[in-house]
């Protein structure tokens, strides 16, 4: 049974940091999405990881700000974020790809973890 366990995020205030943590248990994969959902919109990619290597890509529109990183032995994915706005308020949710590499698109993931609240106030 494969599980995505996500934690951290809460409440901060802007220009504050925090770090998400996403442990994966049940199978192996080739690659780890995160991904931010705030209400009304749709998820949106906000960084991904290749397990072997790890080698990673982040959108613009974080780039600098977010870095993401693993812990191999832990199966543990992380997304550390920094210098929050208040725009980065949202639902965060790790996914993972059984087969493939990153990829900017949900649905091509498999598996989800339960999501976690940011929420950046100004």
């Known amino acids: 049974q494969v599980q995505l366990v996500q934690s951290g995020g809460g409440l901060v205030q802007a220009g504050d940091s925090l770090r998400l943590s996403c442990a994966a248990s049940?199978?192996?994969?080739?690659?780890a999405g995160w991904f931010q959902q705030a209400p009304g919109k749709e998820r949106e990619f906000v960084g991904g990881i290749v397990w072997s290597g790890g080698a990673t890509y982040l959108p613009d529109s974080v780039k600098g700000r977010f870095t993401i990183s693993r812990d191999n032995a832990q199966s543990t994915v992380y997304l550390q974020m920094n210098s929050l706005k208040p725009e980065d308020t949202a639902k965060y949710y790790c996914a993972i790809r059984i087969r493939g590499g990153i990829t900017l698109t949900p649905d091509r993931y498999d598996y989800w973890g339960q999501g976690t609240q940011v929420t950046v106030s100004s």
């Open positions: 049940g199978r192996t994969f080739d690659a």
